[in-house]
């Protein structure tokens, strides 16, 4: 057992595994790409894959600000990530979709993950990968009311 991580708990044991991977599989792809993508980039990414929301429906269902996912998306457009698009009869409102590159960038992305989830499981066992998807996915009675 990693010392470190021994005193810990339940919460900081999360993030620290949370951090230690995000910084994993972003090493990962910058090691691997010509295209820099911060978390935040892929955290708004994973919330369009194959749809297309609005802006405003993105800032609402990722924990960054408003201004901030503004800023991000903006960042994803100049990199020819995302397509930001008028909705129709609505000329406030924008909707944002990845483009042929944010697709292909996002599917090589979850092959990487996939691949350090593989090796993951080679190393805690495949039944014990599950059973913390599972547990991860439960209804813990916790909610941020």
Known sequence: MNHDLEHLDLIDLLSERHL???EITEKLWNDS???YISN???FI???IYKKQPTISYVSKN???SRQAVHKFIKKLESKGLVEIMNVENNNKEKC???TPLGEECYEKNAAL???LEKKIA???GEKQVAFLKDLLKSDWGVGAD
């Open 20 to 22: 230690l991977l995000r």
């Open 122 to 124: 080679d190393t805690i």
């Open 113 to 115: 993950k996939a691949s």
């Open 45 to 47: 990414m994973a919330r």
């Open 96 to 98: 944002i979709k990845l």
């Open 40 to 42: 935040s980039e892929w």
């Open 62 to 64: 990722v924990d960054i």
């Open 33 to 35: 790409s010509e295209i």
